[in-house]
């Protein structure tokens, strides 16, 4: 093993302002790791800022296409399976505290049955991010999408985001979010790579799904990240289509009554 985490950031169009948090996070270890900078962008407007940054740790990748967000993933997962112990899938958009890594890779090294874990995940304000969550039904996504009344809303999500277990134990997750996979990079040769007939959105309840038939995925608030999320989705039209479109394409895999 070459390095003891990788890590990758898909970008589209991002600003070198909202990499730099998430950057620092990262590299705030005394663990081995490596950093990928997957580009989607239409131009490599972010090469000249990692060219001068000359850290031999980080690795700038332009793909002169957007082909999706597990594209992106699978072009870098595809360079680092067996050369590290884990690989990490981060968000731009995530930060956090030193000692997250060196915390997770403990565990890990400690529980070999688990593929995947998640820390606790935050809003910038300190509230919870409900990010674990039940395998979906169509009628969730559904209702998140276009429900007008919040508090119908609210109420199915106490059971479909696992509210009710309260997000102060350890657990076991049927799906974890994808803005923050501590992943054993052994699950990649196991359950296989993002599916790329996946465009954006559910690739990660894809993935989680498949790997958590064979291992657990564990969801760990003893840490804690920062997420600085935005629903687009749901306001923005051609991404709520995008959204739909990969919902039809997920329930036709894995079936839409179960």
Same mark, same amino acid.
């Given at each position: 093993? @070459?390095?003891?985490?990788?890590? =990758? ?33 239409? =131009?490599?407007? +972010?090469?000249?800022? /990692? ?11 332009? @793909? ?23 690989? %990490?899938? %981060? ?8 000692? !997250? +890594?060196?915390? +997770? ?34 009628? $969730?996504? %559904? ?9 119908? !809303?609210?109420?199915?999500? !106490?059971?479909?985001?696992?509210? $009710? ?17 501590? +992943? ?10 993002? $599916? ?22 564990? /969801? ?18 051609? %991404? ?19």
């Amino acid at each position: 093993m @070459n390095y003891d985490i990788t890590a =990758t950031i898909v970008t589209y169009k991002t600003k070198i302002f909202d990499l730099e948090k998430v950057i620092e996070s990262f590299f705030k270890t005394t663990l081995n790791v490596k950093l990928y900078i997957s580009d989607n962008s239409p =131009t490599d407007e +972010l090469k000249e800022y /990692f060219k001068k940054l000359n850290n031999e740790k980080i690795e700038y990748i332009f @793909n002169n296409c957007n082909m999706g967000y597990g594209y992106g993933h699978n072009i870098i997962i595809r360079k680092i399976i067996g050369k590290s112990k884990y690989h %990490l899938i %981060l968000n731009p958009d995530i930060y956090f505290q030193k000692n !997250v +890594l060196e915390e +997770l890779f403990i565990y890990m090294e400690e529980n070999k049955e688990v593929g995947n874990i998640m820390p606790m995940v935050k809003y910038p304000n300190g509230a919870i991010q409900y990010l674990c969550k039940r395998n979906p039904k169509p009628f $969730d996504i %559904l209702l998140r999408a276009f429900c007008p009344s919040k508090k119908i !809303v609210e109420k199915r999500n !106490v059971i479909y985001e696992m509210r $009710d277990e309260g997000y102060d134990k350890i657990m076991n997750v049927e799906i974890l979010s994808g803005c923050f996979m501590f +992943l054993r990079n052994e699950v990649f040769e196991t359950v296989g790579l993002f $599916d790329e007939k996946i465009f954006m959105y559910f690739e990660d309840f894809d993935l989680n799904r498949r790997i958590h038939e064979k291992y657990k995925t564990i /969801f760990y608030p003893k840490v804690e990240i920062i997420h600085e999320h935005a629903k687009e989705s749901h306001k923005n039209k051609r %991404l709520l289509f995008i959204g739909m479109k990969s919902a039809i394409y997920y329930f036709n895999k894995w079936g839409w009554m179960k």
